[in-house]
């Protein structure tokens, strides 16, 4: 079955930086885009970025673009998130995401921006 598995959130301080992880099985990883989303308290879950499967094109949300940078290792079926100058309302729950297109989540990794 498919599984996804992020890893790395944490509490950093403001202008930190963090990259999270996500381990996947069950599919044939190279074979699709994957997705970060993020949740914070109180609101909507939102697209953060995206990658192709090949790695080649990648897409981000305005408020991220420039601080964030997705990735992906096909050969250790995992993607990345790497946030730089982090911000106190990127505080939230952070998932990834596959679409087979049956829509796959992780359980999320919690990142806190604060002082």
């Known amino acids: 079955q498919v599984q996804l598995v992020e890893s790395g959130g944490g509490l950093v301080q403001p202008g930190g930086s963090l990259r999270l992880s996500c381990a996947a099985s069950?599919?044939?990883?190279?074979?699709?885009?994957m997705f970060w989303y993020r949740q914070a308290p109180g609101k909507e879950r939102e697209f953060v970025a995206r990658?192709?499967?090949?790695?080649?094109?990648?897409n981000y949300a305005d408020s991220v673009k420039g601080r964030f940078t997705i990735s992906r290792d096909n050969a250790k079926n995992t993607v990345y998130l790497q946030m730089n100058n982090l911000k106190p309302e990127d505080t939230a729950v952070y998932y990834c995401?596959?679409?087979?297109?049956?829509?796959?989540w992780g359980q999320g990794t919690q990142v806190t921006v604060s002082s």
């Open positions: 990658i192709t499967s090949t790695g080649g094109s990648t």
């Open positions: 069950g599919f044939t990883f190279a074979g699709y885009a």
């Open positions: 995401n596959v679409r087979t297109p049956i829509a796959y």
